[in-house]
């Protein structure tokens, strides 16, 4: 095995987030609310958040790392990085360069983080309101072309059509972290159930994409995760979470302008997967949970058939709530409720879940995992994904 790895080298020792708030609910600012988010991933971990030495983030987040080391009284700023391209392609990516930056000595105690308030800036879903379109925009905007449910919607259609998938895959994604948010007290979905009546019942939005509830939410709020050496990490009060392996960035072409990828249906990870896997030295039958990005329902689709944790012909059987529940699903699924239910904070949540996962102190705790999964933003660009384990795994 190469020793260009980040497999068992650095670990995440704390997480950390705030109260999540519905969009523009926030009390605080964004950068207040970021703030709050690594000031509990470090009391979580039990360092000195004068300690922490760099920070990763995505997103184009807003809180950059001088006025974050500056406010949290940073003794040595070492390390500052942002992941490009928007939305959550690059929540798994963030937390790998963190890991680079702590595994090769560049920084020791590195934070990735992601924070919201739109409330205070505009919307992060909303198409785009300007004078005139440009770029891509100029090709699809004079046909009501705008949001990203719309632009992805196209894509999932075509896949969906190409291998028979029908659309009761997709209403069992959206049931299965409705269902899970239900016993999480973060999720804002909590005490708002949904079943398949209701879902049946809700108002389009744009086919495939057909109920409100294959759409991510819109939220205020912060999370965080710390991440140490792997030897520093077992002397830390909690039981370490290894990062075993990660991968970004895109396969042939997949930021091709104006809807003119070679491989259009696609959610961009097919190299992103192979290279996950090659770090990891596992595979799909390997992961005991998965949380999986929700952008949209057909973006965990097209995530979890481009890593190989199901076969094309093999999805409607497959994606049903019973198999996808935490208690004794064959592949527990966004057990915090996900970007659906529990909050839609670029997926930095979903890395926080796994972590709870493999501790073992998770609200819808999947019975002695060892190895977690993260798919992040499906059918953006750049794109990743990362698995974490417990020691057992080393």
């Not at 609310?33 to 997103?59: E, H, M, N, T």
């Not at 007290?185 to 079943?195: I, K």
């Not at 990828?261 to 896997?277: K, M, Q």
């Amino acid at each position: 095995m190469t020793e260009r790895t980040l497999r068992g080298k650095v670990a995440i020792a704390g997480v950390g987030e705030t109260t999540y708030y519905k969009h523009g609910r926030s009390p605080d600012a964004e950068f207040k609310l970021a703030l709050q988010a690594i000031i509990a991933a470090c009391r979580d971990a039990g360092v000195d958040p004068q300690d922490v030495d760099g920070f990763a983030s995505y997103g184009n987040d807003r809180s950059d790392a001088p006025r974050l080391a500056a406010a949290l009284g940073i003794r040595e700023l070492r390390f500052s990085n942002m992941h490009w391209g928007g939305g959550g392609g690059g929540v798994a990516a963030a937390v790998a360069n963190a890991g680079a930056a702590v595994h090769s000595g560049m920084a020791h105690c590195v934070i990735a983080f992601r924070s919201l308030a739109q409330g205070q800036f505009a919307r992060y879903g909303r198409g785009a309101q300007q004078a005139a379109a440009a770029g891509d925009d100029a090709f699809l905007a004079p046909y009501g072309l705008m949001s990203p449910a719309q632009r992805f919607a196209m894509k999932i259609t075509r896949y969906m059509t190409e291998h028979g998938i029908r659309h009761e895959a997709l209403r069992a994604i959206a049931l299965t972290s409705y269902a899970h948010a239900q016993t999480n007290p973060r999720a804002v979905m909590a005490g708002r159930p949904l079943d398949a009546a209701k879902y049946d019942a809700s108002r389009w939005i744009i086919e495939p994409f057909h109920r409100l509830f294959d759409c991510c939410m819109e939220n205020d709020g912060a999370g965080a995760v710390l991440v140490v050496p792997a030897e520093r990490a077992r002397d830390m009060p909690h039981k370490p979470t290894y990062l075993l392996g990660a991968a970004q960035g895109g396969h042939h072409r997949s930021a091709a302008p104006v809807h003119n990828a070679p491989d259009y249906a696609s959610a961009h990870f097919p190299t992103v997967a192979r290279n996950l896997w090659d770090m990891a030295q596992l595979g799909p039958k390997d992961v005991d949970v998965l949380q999986a990005y929700e952008n949209f329902t057909g973006g965990v689709l097209l995530g979890m058939l481009e890593h190989g944790m199901v076969r094309p012909e093999e999805a409607n059987e497959f994606l049903v709530p019973e198999n996808l529940r935490f208690d004794g699903g064959k592949l527990p699924l966004n057990t915090s409720g996900g970007n659906l239910a529990e909050c839609y904070m670029h997926g930095l949540e979903m890395v926080n879940e796994a972590v709870r996962q493999l501790r073992g102190d998770a609200c819808n705790q999947v019975k002695d995992p060892q190895v977690a999964m993260v798919i992040g933003g499906p059918m953006v660009t750049p794109v990743s994904s990362l698995i974490l384990g417990t020691e057992a795994t080393l």
